[in-house]
Every structure is written in structure tokens, then in C-alpha cells.
């Protein structure tokens, strides 16, 4: 089983400020990560993974994240923020699969970080 | 091109009452997923379907929760005798399953209130 613990429910940060979102997560089992996205009013969006490789994943809108194995951590930045980054964000995992590599990917997700933009 | 779309939008429902809760997913896509989203929570997971059946229903909390999908390709949720704690927006994804990752893509959701 896994678990994943977002730090910080809200994130208030001033326009063009950087911003860090902190996700740790727990697993028996290597896992890929991954960042979501939601909007007021609409579903979930991929903003980036990590599957395996470079630690350091880059992923839309300028956001990227660094998987800390030993740290079980995979902490999501941004240099600089635009208001139109105001959202809620959601770091998940799941389970790798089995030993031909393939999961079918079911999700477990931590309880979000509501990031607020401030002109 | 469509995305996974989610009827209705909103549902508003009397305690004891019975829902279902329609999911269409992207076309071509065999992987099908239900999560449940409660207030200020992130999204549990509920059921996996590949294909026509469910290969884990893990996630459904208790008998009153079922789900079909009978030709591989729609998918509805059911609720039977509706409590105020199953209160929540219930989200669909779908994938096509790949060699390592499947991408999932969501819907817009459900949001149900039971009074």
C-alpha cells in the first residue's frame, strides 16, 4: 500500500515569486509519481511525472519537480508564478507493477495544496 | 478531440434515494477508473475496469456502491440507498493501456449531494 502527504494544504505567494509545493510519499513498492492539476470547475490534468531516468522531470507551464529517493520525496517549483497558476495541486503514486514492468495505475493522491496567486 | 465527459454534472438527491452516475471515456480507451473526491480531500480510488470487467473494486466502500460497463466502453456508477456521507464529486478516467504508464485522462466529475 502507499500513501502520500501533501505538507501544506494552502500556499499564498505573490505574483512572479518562486514557489515550492512539498509532496513526501510512503510505498513497500517502487511507484511512479506524478503532479495533477485542477482548475475552479474542471477535472484533473496531468502537469508531470516521473516514470524512471533523470530525477529532476520538467512538465507544463514551467513547473518541474525532483524525485528524492531517499527522502521519499518528489517536491513540485516553479521560478516564478502567474495568477493564472492559482489552482489546486495533487501529488500521487502508484505501484510499478508487476515484474514485466506494466501497472494498470491506480492512483493514490495526497489532500491537496490550494495555491493562491496574488497580483 | 472529446474528452471523458461525466452526466450529470451536478446531482442533488434525498437521503435513502438511489443514483447512477454515467462515465464516457475517451473512445478507444479499454481502461476505465473511478475516484471519489470529498471536500477538501484528494481523490480515492473506487474501481478499475479493463475492458468489460472490473479487475479491482477494492476502493467501493461498501455494497451499496456497484458499477457496469457492459460493452467495454460506457460506465455507470450506482448508488444504492444514498447516505449524506456519500456527499462527495466522483471523477471518471480513462487510459489505453501501454507498455509501462498509462496515462489517465479525467473528467469533469460528478458532483452528488445527498440532503
Known amino acids: 500500500a502507499q500513501s502520500v502527504t501533501q505538507l501544506d494544504s494552502q500556499v499564498p505567494v505573490f505574483e512572479e515569486a518562486p514557489v515550492e509545493l512539498r509532496c513526501n510519499y510512503s510505498?513497500?513498492?517502487?511507484?511512479?509519481l506524478f503532479w495533477y492539476v485542477q482548475y475552479p470547475n474542471q477535472g484533473l490534468q496531468l502537469l508531470l511525472k516521473?516514470?524512471?531516468?533523470?530525477?529532476l522531470v520538467k512538465g507544463i507551464n514551467g513547473f518541474e519537480a525532483e524525485f528524492n529517493k531517499s527522502q521519499t520525496s518528489f517536491h513540485l517549483r516553479k521560478p516564478s508564478v502567474h495568477i493564472s497558476d492559482t489552482a489546486e495541486y495533487f501529488c500521487a503514486v502508484s505501484d510499478i507493477g508487476d515484474a514485466g514492468g506494466t501497472s494498470y495505475g491506480k492512483l493514490t493522491f495526497g489532500q491537496g495544496t490550494i495555491l493562491t496567486v496574488h497580483p | 478531440g472529446a474528452g471523458v465527459s461525466q452526466t450529470p454534472s451536478n446531482k442533488v438527491t434525498e437521503k435513502g434515494k438511489y443514483v447512477e452516475l454515467r462515465c464516457d471515456p475517451i473512445?478507444?480507451?479499454?481502461?476505465l477508473y473511478w475516484y471519489r473526491q470529498s471536500l477538501g480531500q484528494g481523490p480515492e480510488f473506487l474501481i478499475y475496469?479493463?475492458?468489460?470487467?472490473?479487475?479491482?473494486d477494492s476502493g467501493l466502500p461498501n455494497d451499496r456502491f456497484f458499477a457496469v460497463r457492459p460493452e467495454g466502453s460506457v460506465s455507470t456508477l450506482k448508488i444504492q440507498r444514498t447516505e449524506r456521507g456519500d456527499s462527495a464529486v466522483y471523477l471518471c478516467?480513462?487510459?489505453?493501456?501501454?507498455?509501462?504508464?498509462?496515462?489517465?485522462?479525467f473528467g469533469p466529475g460528478t458532483r452528488l449531494t445527498v440532503l
Open positions: 478516467a480513462s487510459s489505453f493501456p501501454g507498455l509501462a504508464f498509462n496515462e489517465q485522462f
Open positions: 510505498s513497500s513498492v517502487s511507484v511512479y
Open positions: 473512445s478507444g480507451h479499454t481502461a
Open positions: 516521473y516514470l524512471s531516468g533523470s530525477t
Open positions: 475496469f479493463q475492458g468489460t470487467g472490473a479487475a479491482d
